[in-house]
Structure formats: structure tokens, C-alpha cells
């Protein structure tokens, strides 16, 4: 089993920065896909941003792209959530998850993931 546990939401001004962090359990975490998704109030959960076991290939939604950076440390077991130039629309539950195939691709289903944590909040104010 794994658990994932999300940290570093919180609010923040339009164009300001957030570093969400998920902590990961269980001793195979480098050979998992690890994603990030977000839920809005009243919409449906979206893929955000996924990484390889290795980092060596990431993936984004393209509203994402260029303001956002997805990492991972593999000796920590940690995946971190780069967040620059925010706007009011990111404002959402932000929830780590892991795949234990690989992913590859933009977007990705929640369906091809196995493990979630439970979320972080991140709002953005205008």
C-alpha cells in the first residue's frame, strides 16, 4: 500500500507562488508515475501535471504549462508542486497521486491511478 499525504497549500495573491509538496510511503515509490490533479468547487477533478519514475519526462495541461514545474526526489520519497504566476482560476484541491504503471501523455485519467491523497487547498485571490 501507499499513502500520500499533500502539503503547502494556502492562499495567495494573482501572480504569486506556491510549492505543494506530497510526502509518499511505501518502498517502491520510484517506480511509480507520479501525478498531480485538482478539483474546483462544482467541476470535475483534472489532471495538472505527472511525472516518470525517473523525471526525465514530465507532462502538463496546457493551462499549466510554462508556470507550473512538477519534481520528485526519490531518496526522500517526496513529489513537489512548483506553482508560479497563479491565477484565480488554479484555485482548487490540489491531490497527489500515484500510478503504479507507467503513464505517459497529456491528459491523464484519474482512472490510471491507484493511490491518492487526500489534498491540499490552494486559493488564489484576485
Known amino acids: 500500500q501507499v499513502q500520500l499525504v499533500e502539503s503547502g497549500g494556502g492562499l495567495v495573491q494573482a501572480g504569486g507562488s506556491l510549492r505543494l509538496s506530497c510526502a509518499a510511503s511505501?518502498?517502491?515509490?520510484?517506480?511509480?508515475?507520479m501525478g498531480w490533479f485538482r478539483q474546483a468547487p462544482g467541476k470535475e477533478r483534472e489532471f495538472v501535471a505527472a511525472?516518470?519514475?525517473?523525471?526525465?519526462?514530465?507532462y502538463y495541461v496546457d493551462s499549466v504549462k510554462g508556470r507550473f514545474t512538477i519534481s520528485r526526489d526519490n531518496a526522500k520519497n517526496m513529489v513537489y508542486l512548483q506553482m508560479n504566476s497563479l491565477k484565480p482560476e488554479d484555485t482548487a484541491v490540489y491531490l497527489c497521486a500515484a500510478a503504479t504503471t507507467t503513464v505517459i501523455g497529456t491528459p491523464q485519467p484519474m482512472s490510471l491511478y491507484d493511490y491518492w491523497g487526500q489534498g491540499t487547498q490552494v486559493t488564489v485571490s484576485s
Open positions: 511505501g518502498r517502491t515509490f520510484s517506480g511509480y508515475t
Open positions: 511525472i516518470n519514475w525517473s523525471g526525465g519526462s514530465t
